[in-house]
């Protein structure tokens, strides 16, 4: 039973380029969620997803970050022209549902670590 | 806006002690969930524990279980019978109950166990 999978786990990227993260999510979930880690900080949210639709993006900065869902393949969080700032680990998460229950639980993959020299 | 504070940025353990890592939070709502995440070395954020607000029972899973004071917002893990391979950072996370699904952290606490 795979657990939710991230590819790369590390990506290095110049000033300017693009990073494309992927996330399959666990099997059976269609609720994602990408979250950011700072050095030294705890996981900020980014943006919530179901299939091909984006729930909530409040946590995205407004330029050069998107996401999405399809309904075939992984999740993707695409960063354009990367900046030093960039440089985190993404974390991605799945849940079952979010009806308030057990199933809810987010499980996380394990993250890709983006460095941009 | 949901906070979440762990005042420990490190703890020690002596290995089969037990240790006790602190978590409080600051909401305005009733019902919500309660989380501690662990994240080793490799990075992998790890499910520990989880507790419903609305649960008086404090969460147990065989050696963590935690200290859950509503009124005083306090939610506190317990490590018992400490192993080498607890070392890890552990968060504390929120999530308000319903349609809000984000999880807000604190900034962890680093966990080492000595041999």
């Known amino acids: 039973n795979a657990g939710v999978m991230q590819n790369p786990r590390h990506l290095v990227r110049r000033r300017g380029q693009e990073a494309r993260l992927r996330c399959s999510p666990m099997?059976?979930?269609?609720?994602v969620y990408w979250y950011r880690q700072l050095p030294e900080e705890g996981l900020k949210f980014m943006v919530y997803?179901?299939?091909?639709?984006?729930?909530?993006e409040s946590g995205m900065p407004k330029e050069r970050f998107s996401a999405e869902f399809p309904k075939e393949g992984p999740s993707i969080l695409r960063i354009q022209q990367v900046v030093r700032g960039d440089s985190a680990a993404y974390f991605c998460?799945?849940?079952?549902?979010?009806?308030?229950?057990?199933?809810?639980?987010?499980?996380f993959g394990p993250g890709t670590r983006l460095t941009v020299l | 806006a949901q906070t979440v504070t762990q005042s420990q940025p490190e703890m020690s353990v002596q290995e089969a002690e037990t240790v006790t890592l602190s978590c409080t939070y600051d909401?305005?709502?009733?019902?919500?969930?309660l989380f501690w995440y662990k994240q080793p070395p490799s990075r992998q954020m790890i499910l520990v524990i989880r507790?419903?607000?609305?649960?008086?029972q404090n969460a147990t899973e065989n050696r963590f279980s935690v200290n859950f004071q509503k009124a005083a917002k306090s939610f506190s893990l317990k490590i018992s019978d400490s192993q080498l391979g607890d070392a890890a950072m552990y968060f504390c996370?929120?999530?308000?109950?319903?349609?809000?699904?984000?999880?807000?952290f604190g900034k962890g606490t680093l966990l080492t166990v000595n041999p």
């Open positions: 997803l179901q299939k091909e639709n984006i729930i909530d």
């Open positions: 996370a929120y999530r308000r109950r319903g349609s809000n699904y984000k999880l807000t």
């Open positions: 507790q419903e607000a609305y649960k008086q």
């Open positions: 998460a799945s849940s079952h549902s979010t009806s308030g229950g057990p199933t809810d639980t987010q499980y």
């Open positions: 909401t305005s709502e009733s019902d919500y969930y």
């Open positions: 099997k059976g979930h269609s609720h």
